[in-house]
């Protein structure tokens, strides 16, 4: 999942949030999300921008809180959510159910991707893996199918004329049942405003997306399968 954002806010490779250069970062090991400019060496937060920003959070634990959000019975409390996600603090689970609960699973909420100037990013992947308390061998894999606003930082002014670059806007994700094209074009009509235009992998679950009134570009990419373990 991190790969997909880090492609999603920069499809035509990292660009440095400070000096605005474009070029491979230093990644760390033990910081996942951030990356250090090798000219300015100033760090960049592959979440800025979204509704994981500024959060110590690694990036697993947000899409497995999606899952549990858009799996879940209705009214799971706080402390039942800490216990699924092995958090040590009631204060942060309760952020990130609330920043979920807010942002990015509400069925009533406008769909994203309006603007002439954005696309969207849509893909889906399999999360899952050995549920709490289950015990070994225990597989519950869900699919969840995400979109991604994909916008344009504005220009400050000609000075900082390379400064513009990509970023993640508004985020949806949903439980999906299938990879088919009932189920995936189901999922981009109800959180992706009609005429948008939206870049996804070539499979053919999104094939028909220009009949269902959108503009469709193929990325041409791999499919890919996020299994979020060591949750056991
Ligand atoms: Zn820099």
């Not at 990419?221 to 060591?230: D, N, R, V, W």
């Amino acid at each position: 999942m991190q790969a997909y954002l880090e492609r999603a806010r920069w499809s035509d490779g990292f660009i440095c949030d400070h000096c605005g250069l474009l070029g491979e970062p230093y990644r760390f090991a033990n910081r996942p999300g951030v990356f250090r400019c090798r000219h300015c060496t100033r760090d960049t937060s592959l979440t800025a921008g979204t509704v994981m920003e500024r959060t110590h959070t690694p990036l697993s634990v947000w899409f497995w809180a999606a899952y549990l959000v858009a799996s879940q019975t209705p009214g799971m409390s706080a402390v039942q959510f800490q216990r699924q996600l092995g958090l040590s603090r009631y204060e942060t689970a309760f952020q990130i159910l609330h920043k979920l609960r807010a942002g990015m699973v509400r069925p009533d909420q406008d769909r994203i991707g309006g603007k002439p100037e954005e696309h969207v990013e849509a893909d889906e992947a399999h999360v899952g893996g050995r549920t709490r308390g289950k015990g070994r061998g225990v597989h519950d894999m869900v699919l969840v199918a995400g979109a991604v606003e994909v916008r344009q930082r504005k220009l400050a002014g000609s000075r900082n004329k390379r400064k513009s670059g990509r970023y993640a806007g508004r985020v949806r994700l949903a439980l999906v049942p299938d990879r088919s094209a009932r189920s995936l074009g189901g999922f981009i009509e109800r959180t992706v405003a009609p005429g948008a235009t939206i870049i996804t992998d070539d499979w053919n679950g999104y094939a028909k997306l220009g009949e269902r009134g959108y503009g469709h570009i193929g990325r041409g990419s791999k499919h890919a399968i996020f299994a979020l373990q060591g949750r056991a």
